[in-house]
């Protein structure tokens, strides 16, 4: 089982620099999201989707776009990188719906520098 | 909207011992579930445990075990009979309506042989 698949496990970005965090899951998951951590600061939700075409805002969306044309992919675009945007990155999927109790699977975590 | 607090930044514990992490959240919801995750070196998240927020019974899995007060709106997981490889952070987590997911700042947990 592939499960959740974040791609590239680590990237080295230069102040200004675009890039893309592939997101790929392989549960037929609704539900799949994107947070950033941070030493103290745990999770921290950057944006989320609940369907292909829907997307939305989460507590840190400032300096990050997304899209979700299929169900599998979900990926987060940096379209100016800042040193502020050093971090691990990860991904997360579940099933959507009333049944809260659905738990999120992970990708691996991408480390990203902005130098 | 929806906090999760702990408020213990780092935890050490001799193995064979038991260390309890606390949390504490806040939400308005009356259904919702809250979860404790392990971060392992490997940087992988897995879910420890999980609890319903209408059951009263504290959840249990093998030496995980929380304490929850619902009033108190406190989390807490202990471990028990601490091994080498509960070496990780810890991050307690909420979801409510809505099936955002969110987390605490962690705890760093170390299990001394």
């Known amino acids: 089982n592939a499960g959740v698949t974040q791609t590239p496990k680590f990237q080295v970005l230069k102040t200004g620099q675009s890039m893309t965090l592939q997101c790929a899951q392989d549960?037929?998951?609704?539900?799949m999201s994107w947070y950033r951590q941070d030493p103290g600061m745990g999770l921290r939700l950057i944006h989320y989707s609940v369907g292909a075409g829907i997307t939305d805002q989460g507590e840190v969306p400032n300096g990050y776009n997304v899209s979700r044309s299929t169900t599998e992919d979900f990926p987060l675009r940096l379209l100016s990188a800042a040193p502020s945007q050093t971090s691990v990155y990860f991904c997360?999927?579940?099933?959507?719906?009333?049944?809260?109790?659905?738990?999120?699977?992970f990708g691996q975590g991408t480390r990203l520098t902005v130098v | 909207a929806q906090t999760v607090t702990q408020s213990q930044p780092e935890m050490s514990v001799q193995e064979a011992e038991t260390v309890t992490l606390s949390c504490t959240y806040d939400?308005?919801?009356?259904?919702?579930?809250l979860f404790w995750y392990k971060q392992p070196p490997s940087r992988q998240m897995i879910l420890v445990i999980r609890?319903?927020?209408?059951?009263?019974q504290n959840a249990t899995e093998n030496r995980f075990s929380v304490n929850f007060q619902k009033a108190a709106k406190s989390f807490s997981l202990k471990i028990s009979d601490s091994q080498l490889g509960d070496t990780a952070m810890y991050f307690c987590a909420l979801r409510a309506a809505g099936n955002k997911l969110t987390f605490g700042g962690g705890t760093r947990v170390l299990v001394k042989p």
């Open positions: 939400t308005s919801e009356n259904n919702y579930y």
């Open positions: 997360a999927s579940s099933r959507r719906g009333a049944d809260i109790r659905t738990e999120a699977f």
């Open positions: 609890q319903e927020a209408y059951k009263q």
């Open positions: 549960m037929n998951h609704e539900y």
